[in-house]
């Protein structure tokens, strides 16, 4: 059974940084893509960016581009996302999600795991 462990959530002021990681288990994780979804308080759960299983395809919900970069480690069976100029709109539960073939989208049917997820906060 895939596990899929988020860290790296946490407080931060607007303007301030903060890396998520995902360290997965229970299935190889180089033959598939990866990726991260939010929830914020009374809304939907929505994509927020993903990465092919080489590293090579990333694919950012329009909101964070430019700001936000995913990433991945294969050796570690670890993907990264790294946040950049946080804003207090960006407050949410993130997730990271195993995808089902090796590359993926913004779409939740793509991806056949998913995490319990990590709070982050941002503060105005």
């Known amino acids: 059974q895939v596990q899929l462990v988020e860290s790296g959530g946490g407080l931060v002021q607007a303007g301030g940084s903060l890396r998520l990681s995902c360290a997965a288990s229970?299935?190889?994780?180089?033959?598939?893509?990866m990726g991260w979804f939010r929830q914020a308080p009374g809304k939907e759960r929505e994509f927020v960016a993903a990465i092919s299983w080489d590293g090579i395809i990333t694919y950012y919900e329009d909101s964070v581009k430019g700001r936000f970069t995913i990433s991945r480690d294969n050796a570690r069976n670890t993907v990264y996302l790294q946040m950049n100029s946080l804003k207090p709109e960006d407050t949410a539960v993130y997730y990271c999600?195993?995808?089902?073939?090796?590359?993926?989208?913004?779409?939740?049917?793509?991806?056949?795991?998913w995490g319990q997820g990590t709070q982050v906060t941002v503060s105005s």
């Open positions: 229970g299935r190889p994780f180089s033959p598939y893509a």
């Open positions: 999600a195993g995808g089902r073939t090796r590359y993926a989208g913004n779409q939740e049917g793509l991806f056949a795991s």
